[in-house]
C-alpha cells in the first residue's frame, strides 16, 4: 500500500498537485505502518522538503518524515519545523506528535523547550509543550525560568482538570447522561470506562497528586471515598454521588474549582 500512496505523492509532486499531496500524506501517515516508510520511500519523502513551497504541505510532509524507523533528528529539520509551527503550518496536536518523535530520534527535550520558548507566541509554546506531556526540560535559562513555572503550572491545571472531569463524569447524573453528545471532553467516552480507570482508590494513590499541589488533601481523600464506593459497588446510587458532588465542590462554581491550584 506504502507503494502506491508514494507513487501517488511523487506524481502529484511533479504535477505539483498540493491537494492530492495532502490528502496521500495523510493516508500514509495515519494509515499506513510507517515501519514501513524507509529506504527509497523515505529518501523520496525528504527530498521533496525543499520542492514543497505551500507552508502546511510541508509541515504534513515533515510530520510523516519523523514517523519513520529511518528517520535521525537534525538541527536544521527541528529549526524549519518550529519555522512552520510560528506560521500556523500545523495544530497543536500535530506539532505535539511530531516534536515527540524528533525527540524519540535523537532530539532532546531541552532542545525542543528552548526552541518552543525563543521562537513562539508564549500561550502557543505553552499549549505544545502541555500537550507532549512531558515533565522533564532539561537545564533553563534563567530568562526563561518565569515561562518554565507558566509550563509547569499548566500541566498541573491539565492533570487537575483530567481528575476532576472524571470525576464529574461519574458523580454527576447529567454528565452521566450526556457526555457522549456534549462538547465538553470528560477524557472518557463513557461513565463506565471512567469508572473502570479510577486510579484513586487509597491514600497512597493520591499521594503523589497531593505533594506536586493538584489536588488539596481534602479533595485527594474525596476520590479515595469514591474509589472505595466504586471497588464495593459500580452502581453508586444518587445520594452517595450527590453527596461526593457536594463535599468536593463545596457550592463553589465547579469551572472556579478545577481551574484554581492549591496553594
Known sequence: MIGKIM?????????????????????????CNLEELVGDYFAQLVSMIPLVKEQSTKALLIETIVESPEFVSYDTMLDEYVKL??????????????????????????????????????????????????????????????????VQKAQRIRYRSGIIAAFLLIVHPLC?????????????????????????????????IVQKKIVTSREADILVKLGDLLRLNMNLSSNEVAKLYTEFFEDKNPFDVIYTLPK
Open 7 to 31: 507513487h501517488l505523492i511523487i506524481n502529484a509532486s511533479l504535477d505539483k498537485d498540493d491537494s492530492v499531496i495532502v490528502a496521500a500524506l495523510k493516508l500514509l501517515k495515519n494509515d
Open 85 to 150: 509551527i510560528s506560521e500556523g503550518a500545523t495544530n497543536v496536536q500535530e506539532a505535539a506528535r511530531c516534536l515527540g518523535a524528533i525527540t524519540a530520534s535523537g532530539c532532546t527535550n531541552n532542545q525542543i523547550f528552548l526552541q518552543l520558548a525563543n521562537k513562539l507566541n508564549h500561550k502557543f509554546a505553552v499549549e505544545i509543550l502541555v500537550s507532549m506531556g512531558r515533565s522533564n526540560w532539561g537545564e533553563i535559562p534563567h530568562y526563561l525560568e518565569s515561562f518554565a513555572q507558566e
Open 176 to 208: 452521566s447522561e450526556y457526555a457522549h453528545v456534549s462538547s465538553l471532553s470528560f477524557g472518557y467516552p463513557f461513565t463506565e470506562a471512567a469508572m473502570n480507570d479510577w486510579a484513586w482508590v487509597t491514600p497512597k494513590n493520591t499521594e503523589h
